[in-house]
């Protein structure tokens, strides 16, 4: 039985706005989950996986792990190192995203559950043809549920702004309350639900929040 959720990943799961509305992982915590949020905005892979290694002997039956796999270039290291860093690892970065669903879905075989999701489902190996009832990969990336949360005729207005910053963890409400059902829903072994498209407008106030 699922009693920890513990959460890796970049600003689909950065807490730090937790008390504007109900969110995802403010929801499993209301269920009676005991949750860890690591989550970083404008972090990386290889940030969320540094911290993943420092527990990843804790973790059994009684854990699930929910990671959000950012994108691969995304390296941990201060800004003037970077094309450094990515020169020297090239194809350590380039498919560094392979690697860590693999010990995923390794971490899935042996010791806790795992709900992963990636930024760009481009960047999975795998996608969804591991799935069962101990790992599973969300078929869609969040930059594109994101996206497709616009109502559709304001959608090519907002694709050339950066509103995109401007929701709760780059989603609206209502997909929250989905995205916590779509672990609660693997948790327990029933469907997990999609999320919802049409249903933002661009309703925040550039000035209400700053995010990422």
Known sequence: MIKRVTIYGDSFADPQWDNVHPTW?????????????????????????????RNISKYNNDDLLVVIISGAPRLDVEEKDYRLAFEM???????????????????????????????????????????????????????????DEYVEEERLIHEASDDLNYRINHLSEVN?????????????????????????????KKDEFVYD
Request: aromatic fraction near 20%.
């Open 89 to 147: 690892f090239k194809d350590e970065t380039i498919y560094g995203n392979w690697k860590y669903e693999s010990l995923l879905y390794a971490l899935s075989r042996q010791q806790c559950k795992v709900f992963a999701y990636f930024l760009s489902v481009e960047e999975s190996y795998f996608k969804t043809s591991l799935n069962d009832d101990r790992y599973f990969c969300f078929s869609k990336g969040l930059v594109d549920v994101s996206w």
């Open 176 to 204: 929250h309350e989905i995205m916590y059902k779509q672990v609660t829903g693997f948790v327990d072994g029933n469907e997990i639900p999609k999320f919802l498209k049409n249903v933002y407008r661009g309703t925040y």
């Open 25 to 53: 992982y403010g929801l499993l915590k209301d269920e009676g989950y005991k949750v860890t949020n690591l989550g970083k905005s404008g972090s990386g892979p290889m940030y969320s996986f540094k911290h993943l290694y």
